[in-house]
């Protein structure tokens, strides 16, 4: 029971607030918001980071840690290996509200078609949203990536010669509870390919009004029953590592096409 001298808490959610507490609390500049945002989902957090962050100079750690800032020729890029998409969303979310104008998440997923082989790389250009946050953000079954980006990533890709696959990809909260089951009905499906982050990077990213894609490398081949770590084919290896590397130097010459922050 209460009385009369007692007051309501007073709640307040981290989705209220404001640009202007997220960049005295990051100690980053206005004038320094980055152009684009790129997050990549690996166990290999370490390797992963310092790959990506040797091609940018100026490069800080911002005041939360594993969030990276530097820049690319003459855009600021932000970098954060963020596994899973209670990660990702924080990543997408907290870059959305400052207004950065591009979304690019990299990484690996599983192949759910036969006809996909390691390092082949898949743009999604519908997720399916079944990791459990996307449709916090108003995306509710499915969302799509930005299309003329897409388009510029793609063509991009196969300039180097790499293959590239657009359609329908799926986005589960964990490997460890894909079951051959689930996996069976989305070959059944037609889907292409299975990971952990695309579908909240795209629904956050729209929610703020910002582009995004997804650019993810076929490791696992799930319709021969060979998971990550199971031996790759003969030159899998070397396609897979080519690919890896493709897709974030393809992210940043995406980077030099944003427009300049007024």
Known sequence: MTNGNSHSPIF???MDIPATEWLAAMKLAPDDVPDIVIVEGSWWRQQRTDWRLGYLTDV????????FWGRWRDKKVAFCC???AARTVEIIHLFGVLGTKLAVQIGTCGGLQSHLAPGDIIL????LCREGVAQMYGAHDAVLASPEWVQRAESALRLRGLT??????VTWPSLFTETPQMMEAWHRAGILSVEMEAATTLAVARYFNMAALALVVVWDDLTRGRRFLDP???????ALNRSNAA??????ALAEQVETRR
Do not use: N
């Open 12 to 14: 307040r959610s981290i």
């Open 60 to 67: 800080r750690e911002l005041e939360f840690p594993d969030i």
């Open 82 to 84: 963020a596994y899973g």
């Open 124 to 127: 999604p250009e519908v997720a």
């Open 164 to 169: 590239t696959y657009r359609g329908t990809h």
């Open 232 to 238: 790759l084919p003969p030159g899998g290896l070397e």
């Open 247 to 252: 897709v974030y130097e393809v992210a940043l």
